[in-house]
């Protein structure tokens, strides 16, 4: 965006899909953006999706919205409305985001939660933002979190436990391992980043005996990793992995399946860990929750999740 008469650079925003509009995310947006705003740190930030939903959260905690156009440079609120598409607004705001970010004019994305099943009742084919923005970017991206200092990155993601032994291929955890080592060097600035692998049965299957994934997929591909120059540690116990990125001994856990890397994860930091996806060209950050319809618009929604989202990403595109 070039820089201001006065030769100081000019600010790209991030942009915010709240996600469902039944959901708590307009409101938690909403409610981010306004603190940030009394405390005298606004954010330059453009809301995309629902426009009647963000309006809504908007005056229901006094948060001023841009009249002068959403890429107006300098700190505020603009707002790019997605519901008169032939898609549900919270879809056609991400469609929207990656191609702004792409283009320029846009710094990253944070997003708000979605409803997977409104969505496939409405014809959304895809499991959930990542593989979707997957899709759109090209790429094959990781998903992690970072809670804390937990950092866990997932080999596989939602699909059934009966599922995961299966999927766990010699490829599938290379590629886990490669794509986190990229962005702990390039986004996050670690040098020589140690990665833990868990290795998926009880006690990394014990030589064999409690299961052979370990021996005839993770492993390899943990030495497929050091053959590149990963630090990769594995595998190993989940416990043992876990109990060495409490104490820092490796900056990011590799784990074989969602509630593997999660549930430690949210235990010692739920409500404000970040889901941060890997291997794409764009930063896209996420809260750790769902849409939460039971409590939506009932002002009792922690926001800490929709804070945390929106810094990881300012630090992310900083660099």
């Not at 899709?135 to 993601?157: H, I, K, N, Q, S």
């Not at 039971?294 to 660099?319: H, M, V």
Request: hydrophobic share 45%; with cysteine; charged share 25%.
């Amino acid at each position: 965006m070039g820089r201001r008469p006065d030769g100081s650079p000019r600010v790209k925003p991030l942009i915010v899909t709240p996600g469902d509009p039944l959901g708590v995310g307009p409101e938690l947006a909403a409610r981010v953006l306004r603190d940030r705003e009394l405390s005298g740190s606004p954010t330059a930030v453009v809301l995309v999706g629902d426009g009647a939903s963000i309006a809504r959260a908007a005056d229901a905690v006094n948060l001023r919205l841009r009249a002068d156009g959403p890429f107006v440079d300098g700190p505020g609120v603009g707002v790019v409305d997605t519901s008169t598409g032939d898609e549900p607004a919270e879809v056609g705001a991400i469609r929207y985001a990656v191609d702004a970010i792409t283009a320029g004019r846009a710094r990253g994305l944070v997003t708000g939660p979605i409803h997977k099943a409104r969505l496939r009742a409405r014809g959304f084919t895809y499991s959930g933002h990542t593989d979707f923005l997957g899709a759109l970017c090209g790429a094959e991206p990781v998903m992690a979190f970072v809670g804390g200092d937990l950092r866990v990155a997932l080999v596989t993601v939602h699909i059934p436990l009966r599922a995961v032994a299966d999927a766990i291929t010699r490829e599938a955890v290379l590629h886990t391992l490669k794509t986190a080592h990229a962005a702990l060097e390039r986004d996050l600035g670690l040098k020589a980043p140690r990665l833990g692998v868990c290795g998926l049965n009880p006690h990394a299957g014990e030589d064999g005996v409690l299961g052979s994934e370990e021996v005839a997929v993770i492993g390899p591909a943990v030495e497929d990793a050091r053959a590149l120059g990963i630090d990769a540690r594995g595998p190993l116990s989940a416990e043992a992995v876990f109990r060495q990125a409490a104490e820092g001994q490796v900056d990011l856990v590799v784990a074989m399946y969602h509630d593997q890397g999660l549930a430690p994860l949210k235990l010692v930091d739920f409500g404000r860990s970040v889901n941060w996806t890997l291997g794409l060209p764009i930063v896209r950050t996420s809260v750790d929750h769902g849409t939460a319809d039971d409590i939506a618009w009932t002002g009792k929604a922690d926001p800490a999740s929709f804070e945390a989202a929106l810094s990881l990403a300012e630090r992310l595109t900083s660099r």
